[in-house]
């Protein structure tokens, strides 16, 4: 089992940033990838940003020069700092961790950003 924990959402003006945080627990010496998904009022959830374990990190076309997926080890946590922001970027911020044998999900932190 994975427990995640997303924290760092809020309000932010339009141009601002924020820097949003998972914090895993539990397995996670399983955990093959993290990925950011975000999911907007009346829209399907979409995937924002990976990072495996191994590295590779990837970016949905939306996040690109914007948004920087890391992760710090020792704190067993996954972040995605996010500059430059855009009213479309509001939604609620999942976190994902993925494992040979399943999936787990946080609980989702709300990002507002207004114009």
């Known amino acids: 089992q994975v427990q995640l924990v997303e924290y760092g959402g809020g309000l932010v003006q339009a141009g601002g940033s924020l820097r949003l945080s998972c914090a895993a627990s539990?397995?996670?010496?399983?955990?093959?990838?993290i990925k950011w998904y975000r999911q907007a009022p009346g829209k399907q959830r979409e995937l924002v940003a990976t990072?495996?374990?191994?590295?590779?990190?990837g970016y949905a076309d939306s996040a690109k020069g914007r948004f920087t997926i890391s992760r710090d080890n020792a704190k067993n946590t996954v972040y995605l700092q996010m500059n430059s922001l855009k009213p479309e970027d509001t939604a609620v911020y999942y976190c994902?961790?993925?494992?040979?044998?399943?999936?787990?999900w946080g609980q989702g932190t709300q990002v507002t950003v207004s114009s």
């Open positions: 994902n961790a993925r494992t040979v044998a399943a999936e787990y």
């Open positions: 539990g397995s996670i010496f399983s955990i093959n990838a």
């Open positions: 990072i495996s374990s191994g590295g590779t990190i």
